[in-house]
């Protein structure tokens, strides 16, 4: 499940297109388009679904679209589903940018667009956790970016950190290290250390030390990462309120509830609002939310908050994705001592499941 609060920086990129001319339809999608991504950029991702999807409309129903639109609009509304959490539709859409972002390197110079979908596309294969494939997808892009030069080094770094965001959410945690390092010495050399690129890489090194079960040092990171936010954009914005959700999910994991509970209650109404109810971002901090409820001994409160995690995964991956094994593994433990036993007893079933298919792929 990915953290909250990615922007559209971590692992897209953006290109700027040539004016639509004359063409009153293409033109009035474009304003569509353009509103859009300033919505994109603010992380509010609610409000720029329809004014995303009019304009992916507005374009299929001219007569001959250009291919450049295609790939923009619909690496857009693509990134916008993807936050939102319908991830078949954002998948679907974005191989359709994809595909016209290939026509147009075939056709003539322009391999921007080509970076820029193939980095979405990768974003919306890791969310799924189909890692061989996003990797893939990744990779050419990182390659094609050190070859175009209109791709900026915040672009490239964007890339590099998903990569290591990539590799930490399979389970690769070496590589990731290897990868934020790397990624490290380009941001120090090249964007600097205040740079918005910085605090994603620090509030990764921060998931990164979790994931390890170091949380004093993953502490540091997200500390470092929510000065930096803080101080370029103030205490409000989406990807300031995340880097506080990430320090909040630290907190819980050292005990340290009273500090960790606002930090997460406040991240889930901003999410709510901004990436939608269903997102998978809400579903992470609601899980985060669960956990510290059922350590400070409120199991009620838990247990809703677990119940509508798992209403978001299954809502988006399917009932059989192990992606749900984790919260079917602590809705499990709550109801089992909060009197629901046979409640508990299917949700054991369903994650050990689960776990067995997940063991057995492991080993094909």
């Given at each position: 499940m990915p953290p909250p609060g990615q922007g559209p920086h971590h692992g897209a990129v953006e290109w700027t297109m040539p004016q639509a001319g004359v063409d009153a339809a293409l033109n009035e999608a474009q304003d569509r388009h353009a509103a859009a991504l300033e919505l994109c950029r603010e992380q509010r991702y609610v409000a720029a679904e329809p004014l995303?999807?009019?304009?992916?409309?507005?374009?299929q129903s001219a007569p001959t679209p250009s291919l450049e639109p295609v790939a923009a609009f619909g690496h857009s509304l693509g990134t916008v589903l993807n936050h939102l959490g319908r991830l078949t539709e954002a998948e679907a859409i974005h191989r359709e940018a994809v595909a016209a972002a290939e026509e147009l390197r075939v056709t003539g110079p322009l391999t921007s667009p080509l970076v820029g979908?193939?980095?979405g596309l990768a974003v919306i294969l890791r969310t799924q956790e189909r890692f061989d494939e996003a990797e893939a997808h990744l990779r050419r892009a990182l390659a094609l970016a050190e070859i175009c030069p209109?791709?900026?080094?915040?672009?490239?770094?964007?890339l590099l950190c998903e990569l290591g965001t990539l590799y930490r959410q399979a389970g690769r945690l070496a590589e990731s290290e290897a990868t934020f390092r790397r990624l490290r010495v380009q941001i120090e050399n090249r964007l600097g250390p205040g740079h918005p690129g910085a605090a994603d890489l620090y509030r990764e090194l921060a998931l990164l030390e979790q994931a390890r079960g170091h949380h004093d040092a993953g502490e540091g990171y997200a500390r470092r990462a929510l000065e930096i936010r803080m101080a370029a954009l103030g205490p409000n914005y989406p990807d300031v309120v995340g880097d506080?959700?990430?320090l909040g999910s630290l907190l819980v994991a050292q005990g340290r509830y009273e500090?960790?509970?606002?930090?997460?209650?406040?991240?889930?109404?901003?999410?709510?609002?901004?990436?939608?109810?269903?997102?998978?971002?809400?579903?992470?901090?609601a899980d985060r939310l669960g956990s510290l409820l059922a350590?400070?001994?409120?199991?009620?409160?838990a247990i809703d908050l677990y119940r509508r995690a798992l209403r978001i995964k299954e809502a988006m991956f399917g009932?059989?994705?192990?992606?749900?094994?984790?919260?079917?593994h602590n809705l499990a433990v709550v109801?089992?001592?909060?009197?629901?036993a046979d409640e508990a007893r299917e949700l054991w079933a369903r994650a050990m499941t689960l776990l067995s298919r997940d063991d057995a792929v492991a080993e094909a």
């Open positions: 995303a999807r009019e304009a992916w409309l507005g374009l979908t193939l980095g209109d791709i900026d080094d915040a672009d490239s770094a964007g506080g959700a990430v500090e960790a509970e606002p930090l997460l209650r406040h991240a889930l109404e901003t999410f709510d609002a901004t990436a939608g109810p269903d997102s998978p971002v809400v579903a992470f901090v350590a400070a001994g409120r199991p009620d409160a009932e059989s994705h192990p992606a749900l094994t984790t919260t079917l109801c089992e001592g909060n009197g629901g």
